[in-house]
């Protein structure tokens, strides 16, 4: 069962440049989210997908963009990188339920480094 | 609005010895409630959920928690902490009907041998 993938594991940026992390799920899960994790601060909502053809800003949206391209795949995108968007990205999704008692299941990771 | 603190950024035990980890929520609905643990260049695990339908919630691991509503609190217990735990740990709610997730700022265990 491979879950949540997030590919890369690892990148490394300079400033200005563009990026896009990939996410697909394999549990046929309707909403999908992408995160970012700074020491101290938790986990912050950038983005998520509460269904296919649907995606709404978190707490933190800004200098990103997403794309639900269908069921499986949520990606992210940095259109234009900087220094202050270095972090660790998590990718996640959740299956249907009664209001939140579903949880969230996530991937490994992508953490980002932009020079 | 709703939040979530976590008491203690850090705690240390030692192997063997009982863990409490402390969570406190603010949520104007009836929360669902999630222990997460996270282990070093790993994503988040669940742990354990609270749902309404017990306020004792057991999890893996030999974790548990309890839900007390008029404390505001879910915390999360071990009898004996074993070196394997040491890692970091959130308290998260979600609003009822809610699609997001609430984070705690995380506690690190740390367990001596």
């Known amino acids: 069962n491979a879950g949540v993938t997030q590919t890369p594991k690892f990148q490394v940026l300079k400033t200005g440049q563009s990026m896009t992390l990939q996410c697909a799920q394999d549990?046929?899960?309707?909403?999908m989210y992408w995160y970012r994790q700074d020491p101290g601060m938790g986990l912050r909502l950038i983005y998520y997908s509460a269904s296919e053809g649907t995606t709404d800003k978190g707490e933190v949206p800004n200098g990103y963009n997403v794309s639900r391209l269908n069921k499986r795949e949520f990606s992210l995108r940095l259109e234009s990188a900087a220094p202050s968007q270095t972090s660790v990205y998590f990718c996640?999704?959740?299956?249907?339920?009664?209001?939140?008692?579903?949880?969230?299941?996530f991937g490994d990771g992508t953490r980002l480094s932009i020079l | 609005a709703q939040s979530v603190t976590q008491l203690d950024s850090h705690v240390s035990v030692s192997e063997g010895t009982p863990v409490l980890l402390r969570c406190n929520y603010s949520s104007s609905y009836s929360p669902s409630l999630f222990w997460y643990v996270q282990h070093p260049n790993k994503g988040l695990q669940l742990l354990l959920k609270?749902?309404?339908?017990?306020?004792l919630v057991k999890g893996i691991n030999g974790f548990e928690a309890e839900f007390k509503k008029s404390e505001t609190s879910f915390h999360l217990t071990k009898p004996s902490a074993h070196m394997s735990d040491a890692a970091e740990y959130f308290c998260v709610v979600t609003p009822d009907s809610s699609y997001k997730l609430i984070f705690g700022s995380g506690t690190r265990l740390l367990v001596r041998p």
């Open positions: 996640a999704s959740r299956g249907p339920g009664q209001g939140g008692n579903q949880p969230q299941h």
């Open positions: 549990m046929n899960h309707n909403s």
């Open positions: 609270y749902t309404s339908a017990a306020t």
